[in-house]
């Protein structure tokens, strides 16, 4: 099956999760389940956008350093107060940045412009009505829609919906991940690698990659390649996505794709990759199951084309996609297969992307020593050196 | 002050924080404190790269289908498992995928070109030596260095570090901030605005963007514009460093600048840069302290030019700026004054930056509705329409 095709499959399937209300100091990073609209205007009243002296701006017209004009400062407002009085005739009070302007004051005229001793203020220059006056709604009007359902909340968002006085909003559940890692010859994280027995690089990789995509991993199980222990865990996983690393190709020990076609149904299996090759998608037990290969690259390629896409999409996300390209030219050719996607490994040197592997699934270290990869289309033969590239970048 | 002064000073000033022994499955997102070494070839040793047969690849050759040469198979051997025999003259094992290779056999044959019958393999293709073997040492040497300190952990570095063995390595500690939220006016998040009383948007967005800089808020106090409040807090305040917001102008209510002077030294005070103008820098306690103007925007764009720079540093993080470019045409002429840098919030459209706001230090809903900022170098009088601009994403 072809990427894309696989990826319109994933599109076609995926559901978002469920919403839940929460306070705004648990919503960073979550993603809106609503449309907010706000119900105040920001700011909710007139208010000083400089230090100065709010006064009748028409008063202050002709003044200059050499025509200072004076008036009687009647008092003080400072932010969060309201001044009790009314601005009149040659009148001034002090203001604050942020302190709402007193009844009678058009505008504020900044505290560079005068001088103040025994409560005369003098001006040295003319104001004009509303200057540097902050108007009522003019961050924000009451009954605008401030945030579409979608939204993925970014620092600034939580800062907004504060301002406008919301203590709780409705949110995308967080999508949660059952990790089944299949393998006789693996061992945990943290344990030496020894006799045939490597250590499972997967499950900590993938477990920061979900992470990332705003999933979370609610389970990571190592199993042993055995067919009814892989199929107890598939029925009785918890999560609402099931990721199976190992096992997935077509080999005698491969029981995943067969459990999923005998409890479920295997969707597709076997993508026009290079690697990841031998990836699935399937459904059992009413949740989606992603088939991933064990070898570490192809794991982490299939992760980012296929899961991460399901993920997002479960959690509400408008863009599935997690990197961002940049531009580079390459300094070699990559040459590559029609028919198959190439996922090639490239770092950044003295402003060329340099291929360093598009083969080798087992060595992850290609994808460590790499700043990025080039996707080739499946359609070309590959890429020319000095071609411009589109370089999604790990970090 | 210039910006890139600020910015010089600040580098010059922070020192990354102090290193922790961590087990690997606690350092995603975390900065290396140490070089990592591998001790182990990975692979450990000669592996199968492909499901098929292992045994000398001399005697495949000639084969094919006209001319198929036959095997027998004294055996399996899976992931895992080491094979107990050695592969004679004749003979052939079944491999899987990722299995160590038999004594005797220097290549895989793989199952695509054979048949099998009754433990007799039929080859129709030849093989050369080591083919689909993944040899000793192939992904990462023994005595390589894998990683030099400083490194930002990404997904696929976790899984190196698993592969070779590691159970917990040191990496730096996570910097500590404590948020000092100053006015009078300000009501907490989660509250309605009411009166002259607006709710503080600052504390929950900065918190937003220490997590992403890989720093934590240790602390965020609510404090009235009273001195000797302020001057307790700042003095006794948790965590590496200080964040002090409002009351960082020239004001009679601007406590903070004095304060640090008074406590501490008072290091830079006033940006030329709009938003943003009233930021400071200094050292009170033994710790640094940033003030940050209470209006968002410049709140937002301080932070990220120099709050963020300085979470990075001390956390020993390579690169100090959170944001990645894109470059895009400018819709509109962007007109800025020599000697002072602007942040434009500019939103994408039809594959244009269109300019949103440069002025507003107040309307924190331009960097909700902008998809990013272009900044206005302090040497430019500002940019043409249909100049390529680079835009900083804040997605």
């Known amino acids: 099956m072809e990427v894309s095709d696989f990826q319109a499959l994933i599109r076609g399937r995926m559901v978002p999760v469920g919403e839940e209300l929460l306070p705004i100091g648990q919503i960073g990073g979550r993603v809106l389940a609503e449309a907010v609209v706000s119900q105040v205007d920001v700011p909710a009243f007139p208010r000083a956008a400089m230090d100065g002296y709010a006064l009748r701006s028409e008063e202050t017209f002709g003044a200059d350093p050499y025509n200072p004009l004076t008036f009687k400062v009647i008092g003080e407002v400072t932010p969060g107060k309201v001044f009790p009085g009314t601005v009149g005739a040659g009148e001034a009070v002090r203001i604050m940045t942020g302190a709402p302007i007193p009844e009678g004051a058009d505008a504020v005229l900044m505290a560079e412009a005068t001088s103040e001793d025994d409560n005369v203020m003098t001006a040295t220059e003319p104001v004009t009505p509303q200057k540097h006056i902050g108007r009522i709604g003019e961050d924000i009007k009451a009954a605008t829609e401030v945030f579409k359902p979608g ?29 089944l890692i299949t393998g006789n010859e693996l061992l945990k994280p943290g344990e030496k690698p020894r006799g045939a027995m490597i250590v499972d690089s997967n499950s900590i990789m993938l477990k920061h990659l979900i ?51 005998e409890e479920g149904e295997l969707l597709a299996h076997g ?26 690259v192809s794991c982490l390629a299939a992760y980012d084309f296929f899961v ?18 940049v531009n580079y030219p390459l300094a070699d050719r990559i040459s590559s297969q029609i028919g198959r996607m190439d996922y090639a490994r490239v770092k950044l040197e003295n402003g060329h992307a340099v291929l360093l592997a598009t083969s080798g699934a087992s060595a992850l270290s290609t994808t460590t020593t790499a700043d990025g990869f080039v996707v080739i289309d499946q359609d070309s033969e590959g890429l020319a050196a000095g071609d411009t590239a589109k370089v999604w970048l790990y970090d």
Chains 1, 2 share one sequence.
């Open 308 to 325: 991460a896409m399901a993920l997002r999409l479960m959690g509400g996300r408008a863009e599935p996609w997690p990197y961002r390209p």
């Open 151 to 179: 939204r993925g909340l970014r620092a600034q968002d939580l800062g907004v919906l504060a301002s406008i006085g919301v203590g709780e909003v409705r949110v995308r559940e967080v999508p949660s991940v059952t990790l």
């Open 211 to 261: 992470d990332r995509d705003g999933a979370r991993v609610e389970e990571i199980r190592h199993l042993p390649d055995d067919r009814e222990v892989i199929r107890d865990a598939l029925l009785n996983a918890p999560g609402g996505l099931i990721v199976i690393t190992g096992g997935t190709s077509v080999g005698v020990e491969d029981h995943a794709p067969t459990l999923i076609a």
């Open 271 to 296: 993508i026009a990759m290079r690697p990841s090759a031998p990836t699935g998608f399937g459904w059992c037990a009413d949740r989606p199951v992603f088939l991933l290969p064990g070898n570490p």
